[in-house]
């Protein structure tokens, strides 16, 4: 029978004539590399009454310490641009960590030193060596660069196989390494050795990225940056820090590589509030120390318990956070978060099957989070 005229449906089929179209249009004028990588998402959202799912501090930054920060910012003339590198910030933390100013490179959030390094390194034709899995925004900006990507995976454990690296790094001819030391999604790291290893028997750029060595039993590979000149170490002030919110990043190398790594640096990037809230920070670091040694305390704690719990099983972390393996992680997930809990589901991970992961959070969060877990 023929169809009868209808508008609506004529809408609804131009509708999604047009949107295919617009679809191939679309594609033809973007970078095909876009079709290998998503949007960056967060599974549950960023809110949440107990919020354990980004790694974060627990602990915000004081309300004293923003008055003398905000005060002091208070001052700054708004209408002018900052400096087209943050330099003020650059110094303070190279005098704190007792390195030369023009061996520090900072940024707005070490995601965006990310793709600086990146775009300074890769290109069609480059090879870039990635442990799997770790840290999903190496792969995203290596696909981008339209790199090739040689993976390596984790042991079934979640440890490295360092020499899996070494000799994927040798066979490979690989241009470009990067280690997340700790490790996330896993938790687990490398030993100091065992990086020096890897940097040295290598001609590749070695980015090591340290986003949680404050929580970390290794030492830091940044004692090594002297003897190396392929070596770069990359941090954070959004975990140990707990300025998330505020955006800081380091990049920390020899003088004459950082001076290259730093040409496809976005200028302006970093406001002046990012380098007064780090000077502060780090003035009054007794703070951040005083927060580690907390969060490494309940983590153990946490550890332990979850060790006595049926149908659970967690693995030993090096970091702010703990990965379990459960019997069906989707449905963990969504009981907690309908008590207010947010975690992250990592299943999708390689050799990372049925696990959550959750950061540690404050002494009443952990024993709700824990609490809820002996229940489920
Ligand atoms: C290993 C690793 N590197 C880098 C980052 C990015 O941190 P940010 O951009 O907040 O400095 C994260 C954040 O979770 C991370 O886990």
Redesign the pocket.
Known sequence: MPLRASPIRDKIFTASKQSSIMQRDIKSFLNPALQNIATYKVEGGQQAEIKLN??ESPFDVPMWLKEEIINEFIKEQWNRYPDILPYRGMKAYADFLGVSADSVMMSN????M?YTIFLASLGPGRKILIPDP??S?YEKIALLLQSHIVSVPMLPGLDFDTDAILRAARDEQVDFIVL?TP??PTGKSLSFDEVRLIAESSEALVLV?E??IEFSCQRSALELIDGLPNLVI?R????ALAL?GI???FAIANPLLMAELAKPKIPFASSRLAEITLTRVLANYSLVTDAVSFILHERDKLYRELLAIEGIEPFQSDTNFLIIRVKDAGAVFHSLQSDGILVRNVSGYKFMDNCLRFNVGMFEENRRLIEKLRTI
């Open positions: 980004q790694n959030g070490s995601n965006e990310l770790s840290f925004l997340s490790n996330n990225d986003a949680y990359l954070t002030m959004s975990k998330a955006r800081i990043g």
